[in-house]
């Protein structure tokens, strides 16, 4: 058994050579107000007031926010207010369109948005294959392409899926081109904003490779082996985190670039196909509530034949002392 | 608790390495932590009051942990293993670098574990919680959490890195 305080020790030990990144905690708070003080209304607008802040921050981030405007940020907290003292002053600037009123904010056309969604189509049985073929054309029609497309055409209830990617820019156009094809009988879309980890991740990729750079530098130095040894290991591991924020930054963009629109065309007779998680998730609470239903109708069952047993039992002893004593 | 900066002040080093020995990465460590702490802030009109807010934000620290685990866990598997091959080098010379050794032996021991285990090890004897503590971050009953942290003990000990620091009696077996 491994001793309790031996453990605790070592892990200790290990934590503190852990250095906490000294832009965390300035990460969360301009993420923070990035959600609108804390709450659920993540608007564009705060997340490019956040962008700001970590550039005051001390994050360089070279043209992150070059002529942007930037609205008031609605940041709720003591802190909140004097963290954007800064972005307040930029707010200012001439040409701002500070203080919109209650009209719905525009995004920023460098913003970074992902957008989702899913259409479902309702057409005649006949018409279905068609109406797929039309809905692949809208996404070439935009500059897009079909990244997959499954149909059963043959069969009572022909559907099918086309999944289009279209240019961010032109996603609502093609959501409406697509809307046109049929009888629209759901229709969902998401956007989320990514500016934050975009700008986020640009900044430390940034500061990791001028860590790099300063590894080299130490490397030219370094006269002892063990000094060669531990530089080069750090070196390894700055490399490392490099390139996995060089993939996060790549799926950024691929993702940033094209939204994802899931046209689903069936006849009027065919059910809406769900997908996976929330087919699998229905069929689970399905199966849980249909299986609790079977137990509670099952035991009103025995409950009854319970009843009726007890019933027949005082009603049976009764009867036969009342047999006995007659029979004494 | 009204105060995000103060907030962060407090915790944010703490919630982080605690991330870090769960997570292994730094870069996921830290996202994670981010997540934790902004879940927190945007439901902290829900968190307990007085002593009760660090167990409830280990456990957000916790989820967020789990939920980057579920997302990428080959990816992390892959890098277990090659930390794991790094750990066998021979130990330093001096007493340092020998504790250091057993230091990063016993997290390669711990990443081996699967976190059902070893998220209770890191917040008993990292985060130094009480087990009724420990209980309420992984949402599970107490008894739950002193069995998890006596397999976990075992499991360590029968690692063969971490031989020199099983205690005698076990030892002499």
């Known amino acids: ?328 | 608790m009204d105060d995000l900066s103060e907030w962060l002040a407090a915790a944010y080093p703490g919630a982080y390495r605690t991330a870090r020995l769960i997570l292994r990465d730094p870069l996921e460590a830290e996202d994670a932590v981010q997540d934790a702490f902004l879940r927190a802030w945007r439901f902290r009109d829900s968190a307990p009051k007085d002593a009760g807010w660090q167990p409830w934000l280990y456990r957000v620290v916790v989820n967020a942990c789990c939920s980057r685990l579920r997302h990428d866990a080959p990816r992390r598997d892959r890098r277990a293993n090659l930390d794991g091959d790094y750990v066998d080098d021979a130990p330093g010379p001096d007493a340092k670098a020998v504790r250091a050794d057993e230091a990063s032996a016993v997290v390669a021991a711990l990443a081996a574990l699967p976190e059902s285990l070893r998220i209770p090890v890191v917040l008993r004897y990292y985060a130094g919680l009480p087990e009724k503590d420990v209980a309420v971050a992984i949402g599970r009953r107490p008894g739950t959490v002193k069995s998890r942290l006596y397999e976990a003990r075992q499991r360590l000990a029968a690692d063969p890195r971490l031989r020199a620091l099983v205690t005698d009696e076990e030892a002499a077996r």
């Open chain 1, 1 to 328: 058994m491994i001793d309790e305080a031996v453990l605790e020790r070592l892990l200790r030990d290990e934590a503190a050579t852990y250095e906490p990144p000294a832009h965390g905690p300035d990460a969360v708070l301009a993420a923070a107000a990035g959600q609108g003080g804390g709450r659920r209304d993540r608007g564009p607008w705060l997340a490019v007031a956040a962008v700001a802040v970590l550039v005051v921050g001390g994050i360089a981030v070279a043209g992150a926010t070059g002529g942007r405007s930037l609205p008031a940020p609605t940041a709720g907290g003591a802190n909140s207010e004097t963290a954007y003292d800064d972005a307040g002053a930029q707010r200012d600037r001439p040409g701002g369109n500070a203080g919109g009123g209650a009209a719905a904010p525009v995004p920023p056309a460098d913003a970074s948005i992902v957008r989702t969604g899913g259409t479902w189509l309702v057409v005649p049985d006949a018409k279905v294959s068609d109406t797929l073929r039309a809905a692949a054309r809208v996404a070439g029609q935009h500059g897009g392409f079909v990244a997959e497309s499954q149909a059963q055409t043959a069969g009572d209830h022909p559907s099918g899926t086309v999944t289009l990617k279209v240019p961010v820019a032109a996603y609502d156009r093609a959501v409406e081109d697509v809307g046109r094809l049929g009888d629209v009988q759901q229709s969902e879309t998401q956007s989320e904003d990514v500016s934050t980890q975009v700008t986020d991740t640009a900044a430390r990729l940034k500061s990791l490779a001028a860590t790099r750079d300063q590894l080299r530098t130490l490397l030219a130095r370094a006269r002892d082996v063990g000094d060669v040894l531990a530089v080069q290991e750090r070196m390894t591991d700055v490399q490392t985190q490099i390139e996995q924020l060089q993939a996060k930054q790549e799926a950024l963009k691929e993702r940033t670039t094209y939204g994802t629109l899931a046209v689903t065309v069936s006849g009027p007779g065919g059910a809406q196909p769900s997908d996976g998680f929330r087919g699998a998730w229905d069929d689970a609470v399905d199966g849980f509530v249909g299986g609790f239903e079977a137990l509670v109708a099952a035991s009103g069952t025995v409950l009854f034949l319970l009843i009726v047993g007890l019933v027949l039992l005082v009603a049976g002893r009764r009867a036969y002392r009342y047999w006995v004593r007659g029979v004494v």
